[in-house]
C-alpha cells in the first residue's frame, strides 16, 4: 500500500436503463482509458447500479400512507411513504423534509437513500440496490467473463454524516477486496504496538474515485490502481454494528 | 474535476523532532518523487505537524485533576487528564476507554486527538496542533517559498465516525484550496436541478491520500495531483455548526 495511486474516471457510459449490461459498458469504457488490470478496484455509483436494476419509483404510482402524510408536512408525502417504505427505522428527522434513516440493509444517511436527482425527471425517484454487495459481486464477475480480469468492485454513494459539513463518498457494496484493513498488533515505525485501528480503506477507495467522477458530468464510474487491499469482504463488514454505536 | 487523479507518496523523511523544517523536508522528499506542480495538495499527517511544532506531552509530567482520576477507572488518569484539557465538552462516553470529545478547535473525535501510537516511546502523547488551518497556511507558504509552486495543503487525521467501522481520514487544516464542493444550483446531465449539495472534497483528498501513506510504514504525506478546487477556505469550514448537527 505505498506506491502510487491512480484513479481514472470511466467515460462515455451512455444513459441507463433497467437491463443494460453495466459491466460490459464499464469493461468498453475502460478499453478508452486505462484497460483494467489485475487489481484494479472499479467504483460505480450506486445510481447506475439501480438504474439498470430497475431501483426507480415514479412519484405518480405511490399511494402515501397516513403516516408518510403526516411527516410530509408541505413535503411530498409520496417520497416520504419511499422513504419509509426503504428504512428500518427513523434516527433523526429534522421537519420540513431532512429524514435520517437505517434503511433494511443497516446503512444510516439521509432520505434511505432515496434520491431524486438524476433521475430521469423530477417525478422519478431511485432507490437504493435492494443487495449492494451481491449487485458488487455481479459486476465483478462479469468483467471477469468479459475481459479476463479479476478486480475488485465497490458500488458507492455520498453520504453525510454526523459532525461534519459535506458529504463523502462510501462504499454500499463490495466484491474481491478487504474493505477494512485492520492494524491491531502491527508496530509502528517506533515500535510502539497500534490498538484496535481498523481502517475503511474501501470508503476512502470511494471517495478517491468521486473525486474524478463529478456529480453532473455523466461519470459514474472509475478505477482506482494501485491500492493493495487483497482478500474479500463486503460492504456489510463497514456497518458498526448497533450495539457497539453511540449514536444510534 | 474530471480528468485522472495521482495520489504520490512522499518518502524518506527522517523521524521528526520539535522545530524540524518540515516544509524544507516535504519539497526536499517530492523532489524524489514527482516533484510539485502548481495546483497539487499536499496531504500531511497531523502527527508529522505536532512532532515539528512540539505537541507532545510526556506522561510522567502530568498531574491528574480529580476528574480525570474519576473518569480513568483503571485507565491512565495522567491520558485522560491531557484529553480533558483538550476537550471543550465530551459528546459520548463508553468505559473503561473510549472517550468521543469536542475538541477545542471544534473536531468531533476518539480521545481528542490524543494519541499514543507513533510518539516516541509509549510514555509520549501527541496532540493536535494548536491551529492546524494556521499550520497548513505556513507549510504552503514554506513550500512556495522554496520550490516555487503554490501548492494546497491538507493536514489530515485519522477519525472514526458514527454508524460505520474504521476510520478514514479527514482535513483538519486547509490552506489554498476549496474544502467544500457546493454543487447547490447546478444541473445533473438530466436538467434537474440539485439541493444544497455540498461535497467534503478535502476529506476524500485526505482520505485518498492515506491510502498511501500507511500508518506503520513511515510515510506521513503525499501529494495529491489532479484535483482541481481552486479557492481558499479552511478546516473549519468543514465543521457542522453545532445548531445544525442532530448528533451532538
Known amino acids: 500500500m505505498s506506491g502510487e495511486l491512480r484513479v481514472i474516471p470511466l467515460r462515455g457510459l451512455p444513459e441507463l436503463d433497467e437491463g443494460d449490461d453495466l459491466g460490459a459498458l464499464l469493461v468498453e469504457s475502460a478499453k478508452n482509458a486505462a ?4 487489481g484494479d478496484i472499479v467504483v460505480v455509483a450506486q445510481k447506475a447500479v439501480s438504474k439498470v436494476e430497475g431501483r426507480v419509483r415514479h412519484l405518480d404510482q405511490i399511494e402515501p400512507s397516513d403516516r408518510a402524510r403526516e411527516l410530509a408536512g408541505d413535503d411530498d ?22 429524514i435520517i434513516a437505517e434503511t433494511r440493509h443497516g446503512y444510516v444517511c439521509a432520505s434511505a437513500g432515496v434520491d431524486q436527482s438524476n433521475a430521469k425527471g423530477p417525478s422519478t425517484l431511485i432507490l437504493l440496490p435492494l443487495d449492494s454487495d451481491a449487485s458488487a459481486r455481479l459486476l465483478r464477475s462479469r468483467i471477469r467473463e468479459l475481459s479476463g480480469v479479476d478486480v475488485g468492485v465497490i458500488v458507492s454513494d ?21 474493505p477494512l484493513l485492520d492494524l491491531e498488533g502491527r ?28 456529480k453532473t458530468e455523466g461519470i459514474p464510474a472509475a478505477v482506482v490502481r494501485g491500492v493493495d487491499v487483497p482478500g474479500d469482504g463486503s460492504g456489510q463488514d463497514l456497518l458498526m454494528p448497533s450495539e457497539r454505536d453511540l449514536f444510534r
Chains 1, 2 share one sequence.
Not at 408525502?77 to 431532512?98: F, G, H, N, Y
Not at 461534519?164 to 477486496?177: E, K, N
Open 35 to 38: 484497460g483494467l488490470e489485475t
Open 77 to 98: 408525502a409520496r417520497r416520504i411513504e419511499v422513504i419509509l417504505q426503504e428504512s428500518r427505522r427513523i434516527v433523526r428527522m429534522r421537519p420540513p423534509t431532512l
Open 158 to 178: 455520498s453520504f453525510g454524516r454526523p459532525f461534519r459539513r459535506g458529504t463523502t463518498d462510501v462504499a454500499l457494496g463490495v466484491a474481491g477486496l478487504s
Open 187 to 214: 508496530r509502528d515505525s517506533t515500535g510502539y504496538e497500534l490498538h484496535a485501528t481498523e481502517i475503511a480503506v474501501a470508503d476512502e477507495i470511494a471517495g478517491a474515485a468521486e473525486l474524478v467522477m463529478g
